[in-house]
């Protein structure tokens, strides 16, 4: 790696809501305050902003990005917007390790805030418009059919139960329970969760995560300023995104490559050869149950169609071999898109500090891996901090 | 290991007010190939691709989801950046600084011929709380600030509309401009108001294209085929997004990418450049970048300067010898693309009827029209 | 250094929807004005004329051998113009399905829709497009079923995708 080292020295967040009553400028003002606050910095002291926010049709605002800006410090500063649907939260935080790895800038603010719910009749209609305006459009397709054909591909393909994939909402609603800005902790049972209502089949509706509203955001610095900043910072050691082809019926849904090839491109930048073996801490992006499993297997940290058995094994527990999503992912806390993934950043940083209070995974955990999807399954974006300085 | 990083391949179509024969994607394809080729790589070889595009521009959200496939990323990094084609640029220069990639690939187009209701699109970009209810047509805006523009500085409005004259009739020399016109001052005089004291005339139309960059580090520069242009400088800032809260006079947004720019190109006098691409959706705001970007100290210099044919393609300096935005298009956030177009065809001696015998070194400048305040500033040189 | 934010320090102000129903809290209602008629260029153009005419058309790459649906005028793998047009089966195999009980704009359905990728035959093997299932009990869709297309009456056919009104199983 030839650019500077780079940290992440503070982060902030609102609450997940159904629906707020700030405006997307005020969600972004109050979770980069916190940001800034938490690593004593003042605005003066940051070079540039970057905002991560997903489909402009929700906060029902064109060029969303030059609206947000002023709410996110970035009068009279360098600006710029960066996009990959679902991916952004994680991708942000690669966008903002190049700008100053590159030497341009030595501190940026990066958020990331959704509002979903302005949208009416229900921002869950907007998802119309992601769909090709030709090919697919006159279907009227909605989000869920796009997740339920890949739910039942990677059902089939692997002789997955539906039971497997219901204990991943067990274990993160319950892990959510313990967040601060969580939307949607809840004591549950995988009977619970095959009780629930089916949305499209396979997929019941206590496998969705909702539409949610709420801003995230860090603090990233260089190398020195890192240090005196914090004496903990936590280093960003890998970064990679990647982007599959459109034609995602042309593509068999089975198995993630786009999150394999963002993957290993983190890895190798971080000097990871065996992820199962050198990563303590996973955040994968859980918008639908099964997807955390499948991101796992993207991840390569779990085998082709095991995620399911590992997770019933306990290996993917809080207190298990490799505790996955401690926060409560996108299924406990909520989802407001981008700032989804970035919630995600920001449990790392707290993990690996050992401030993540009743969600602090036992044991010393040296290095996480976040990693968000997006856009027609075509999305993988992945970032790997951890507490030791990249070489 | 170096810093340098060069622009060694464009590709790009040329600008149509309406372009049926092709879809974006088949436009994309056009202008890929083109900047492929020009630069002597395979796409296989691009470490990463960035699209500069904003959903509603395309009607379709999440639009980076229709980008890979026919710039050759398919399974490769790639991202969207919701900013001009020059905020791509100076990504794609962090990029390559970063070591994260050798060889990075910036695309931005225009298909803004299939927007149908464009006024309520940039309508659908104001505050919904505070702007939005009044109802005004968003030009609005720009005469706004036309208006406090010319009080302040002491500019005249027909001194403005000698820049739409200027650039219409430089884009008669460009084979690839969309508005071409041998524009008289009376003809922009006797336009109508659009808002006042905004003249039709004055405003610029808009354009199908798109355009394609590839930038290298230095050691793959120096193995392009043809001359790379290199990246001496960039900036890029955003003013106040809030209209009540803004410069209404100055472009700070050019001002504070430009002082970016210009430091990291160690240029002290501006001058120094030997053309400018600047943006001129609207007439004044070719002036209002100029000065913004350390050219003329004051208002009066500015006037001075464009009567006595300055900024002319014959003139100490040239600005908008492609014709600018008033008479290539105004191509959306493609528009950066093309300034940088015209300064590397420059550069390498490529500009046919419109080369300038001193062409060492160029400044692109962008802005993403109202109601932003946003802004960037790349500059070029052959050395 | 600080630590992670305690609760009370996690701001937010959730909002009742009963709240916003019954004008407790301001709101400003907006509806876009935004409409587009988008160039379907070469490859969807001729695409949308033969689905009118009742036939499927895909595009092939000599250099991949690729057949491909929905066709484009480029190989997005060899990164060069594909070479010809070849008509495709309207017969195909569901490579994957659901059994959708929520419309797009978020009604619940009794009746559930059955969205299906279909592997159109005549083309590569796994060049599925998007569709819809109907004409059998949602119970009995299965991966790897035969189907065929119900083209709409051709006065009715208006050159989209919906010229074909849904997809049912071939039965042997």
Redesign the interface.
Known sequence: ???RKVAVV??????????????PKE?AW?AAK?AL????MKLNQIDCVVVGS????FD???????????GCG????????????GGTGV?AVA?A???V????FDTALVICEEKM?SC???P?????????????Q?????L??IF???Q??YM?TYGIALKDIAAVSVKNKRNALDH??AQLGAKLTVEDVLAS???????HRLMVSPTS??AVAVVLAEEETARR????PVWIQG?????????W?????AYP??VE??AW?AYR?AGVREPRKEINIAEPYDPFAYKELHHLEGLQLAPKGQAPKLLADGVFDRDGDLPVTPSGGLLGVGNPIAAAGLMKICELF?QL?G???KRQVPGKAERGVAQAW???M??GTVVVMGTREPV | MSDRVAIIGIGFTSLQPSTPHASFKELMFEAAQKAYHDAGVEPSEIDSFVTCAEDLNEGLSIFDEYTPDQLGAVQKPMHTLTQDGLHGIADALMQIRSGIAELVVVEAHSKASNIKTPEWLLDYALDPLYNRPLGFNPHALAGLEMNVFLHETGIRAEQCAQIAVKNRTNALRNPIAAYPLALTPVNVESSPYVSYPLREAEIAERADGCAVVVLANEKRAHRAQSKPAWVCGVGFANDSATLESRDWVRAEYVRIAAERAYRQAAIQNPRAIHLFEVDDTYAYKELQHLIALGLYSDGAEAGRSVEAGETKPDGKMPVNVSGGVLGMGLTLEASGLYRIVEIVLQLRGQAGMRQLANARIGLAQSWRGVPTTSGAVVILGSE | MKSQPEAKFVRGTPLDEKALKHGKTFSVTYVPKLHYAWDTGEAIGRYLAELKEGRLIARACRKCERVMIPPRMFCERCFRPTDEWVYVKDTGKIFTFSLCYVSWDVRRLKQPEIPAVIEIDGASPGMGILHVVKKIRPGKVRIGMAVRAVWKPKSQRIGSVTDIAYWEPIKK
Not at chain 1, 60 to 70: I, Q, R, V, W
Not at chain 1, 239 to 247: K, M, N
């Open positions: 790696m030839a650019g503070g982060a902030g967040m609102t609450k997940f809501m159904h629906r707020a009553l700030e405006t969600l109050l916190p606050d938490s690593a004593e997903a489909p402009d049709a029902g605002l064109h060029m969303k990005g030059e609206y947000l800006s002023d970035a009068w009279k500063k360098p600006y710029l917007r960066c996009y990959v649907g991708y966008q390790w190049f700008h790895a590159s030497g341009l719910s009416l009749p229900h869950q209609a907007a998802f119309l418009t992601i769909f090709d305006h030709i090919t697919e006159p279907l009227k397709p909605n869920l059919w339920a054909l890949e039942n591909r089939q601060p800005a209502e089916i949305m499209a089949w396979p997929v509203d709420g900043i914090s004496d903990t970064v990679g995104w990647c982007l599959d082809t459109t034609y019926t042309n593509r068999d849904l490559e786009y090839k963002a491109m930048m707290w500090r401030e993540a209070g997006g856009d027609l075509q999305v």
